[in-house]
């Protein structure tokens, strides 16, 4: 049976990673850190039959405990702070959990991390914010990073540590660029969830509108379940490398509201979305579109739900959760 060990396992991709390695009969153990973290029985509830594990990536000791007691055969690093916009208001906590946490996992692998025969392979969660202010577009493993926020510039950290970790020290360590990856587990703050809830609540008339920021920026979305795949197939590949993930369709935040609305009846959005300039940022990305045609021809990876399908699904769902929370009394 193979061990994975996974950080940020009570996020929306460890979540769905989870359930893809449980299926595949690995074990899998999960980081958690903190005292009486409220997400650890989120994950002990779903039961994918995963392990907890007690350790911060803030905390060098406990990293290396944790490899030593798991001895995992792959590691799968997708903790980090991960909200663009909280970045920027704790940037310091972002560097330290989002980049220097990927270093001492990386060390800590490197130190620990399985035998000469069978050394543990890494996966390194690199995000297309590194890309920011884009040199070109569509955007490939070429392409210049270029970060906007704290949050690109700690991840542009750990995308080059574990580079320099598979150059320096031959480890099996590799990396996906993933762009926006959404699911009805997206955190409520994303703006596709925050979107596709707010639209589920004011259909059934619990809310009247929904307070955004900048609609004109443009971001490349797939399936998180989809995306997990290409975690797991980079891992299974004989040499490390880094990949982009995305789906090659770009849509401003204007086009979800259009294809959400369209979804659930109504003729526009306008009249339902105002705008706060609290969830503007201090400097945006204003467009992404990734070329994942490595990872088609490598990896064998493509995904499969479309843009329509994935708005379609959270809202869906949203508006099942929203309407039994109803059902219940508990509005
Ligand atoms: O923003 C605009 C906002 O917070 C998308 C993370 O998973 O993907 C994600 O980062 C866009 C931005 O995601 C609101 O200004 C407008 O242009 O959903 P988001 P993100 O910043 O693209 C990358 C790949 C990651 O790696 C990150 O971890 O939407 N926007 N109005 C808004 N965004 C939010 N959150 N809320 C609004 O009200």
Redesign the pocket.
Known sequence: MKRALVTGITGQDGRYLSQLLTSKGYQVFGLIHGQANPKARLVIEENFGVELVEGDLRDFPSLIATVEQVQPDEVYNLG?I????LSFKQAELTAEITGLGVLRMLEAVRIVGGSERNPTRFYQAS???MFGKVRETPQTERTPFHPRSP?GVA?VFGHDMTVNYRESYGLHASSGI???HESERRGL????R?ITNSLARIKLGLQDTI?????E?A?DWGYAGDYVEAMWLMLQQDEPDDYVIATGETHT?REFLDVAFRIAGYDGWEPYVTHDTR???PA??DLLLGDASKAREKLGWQPKVTFEELVRRMYEADLKEEQAQFDTGRH
Do not use: C, D, H, P
């Open positions: 980090a991960s909200f663009v916009q995000s297309s914010e949050y991840k993933l762009f926006n703050e994303f703006v596709t925050k307070s955004l920021g900048n609609l920026s971001r935040i969830f503007n940022r945006e990305v």
